[in-house]
């Protein structure tokens, strides 16, 4: 119980990391500039040397900005995944929209952690670097949830 309660404050931390990020005087909504928070991010327990990552990213802000990498040590390599009509292909950004919200989820666009250096388990957390075009980038720790684990909000 005590390790929920601990990955949960990570995981809120990382998104107060991200709230408020804007343009680079730091202003925010009113003047065309991305404002980003992250939330619900996890990833499944993983049962190989690959594993996946969901999250949510939020733009409060007037302009929009693109998720262009994302980078883990806790990997050799993690990609950027669209689905579209069910095939999964890597591709080199996603766009969050001006007021609007970028959503990776199981089943759709996701983050994909190839060549695990271990595998994290249950109730740990992973590392990882956002890389934006417009708000840099930013550290974020996605909570290791059981492999069958489904969220029942945020996705």
Do not use: W
């Not at 199981?106 to 994909?112: A, I, T």
């Amino acid at each position: 119980m005590r390790r929920l309660a601990a990955a949960a404050a990570v995981v809120v931390a990382g998104a107060l990391t991200l709230t408020g990020c804007g343009g680079a005087d730091g202003s925010g909504s009113g003047d065309g500039t991305a404002e980003l928070s992250v939330e619900s991010a996890y990833m499944p327990q993983p049962v190989s040397d690959m594993a996946a990552g969901f999250l949510t990213i939020t733009n409060d802000g007037g302009t929009a900005d693109r998720l262009t990498s994302v980078s883990s040590d806790a990997a050799g390599q993690v990609t950027v995944h669209e689905t579209v009509d069910g095939a999964m292909q890597e591709v080199e950004g996603l766009e969050i929209p001006a007021h609007g919200s970028l959503v990776l989820e199981s089943g759709g666009n996701h983050l994909m952690f190839e060549r695990l250096k271990q595998r994290p388990k249950q109730g740990q957390s992973v590392s990882v670097e956002l890389h934006f075009d417009r708000s840099g980038t930013v550290t974020v720790e996605i909570p290791v949830k059981p492999a069958t684990y489904h969220p029942k909000t945020g996705h």
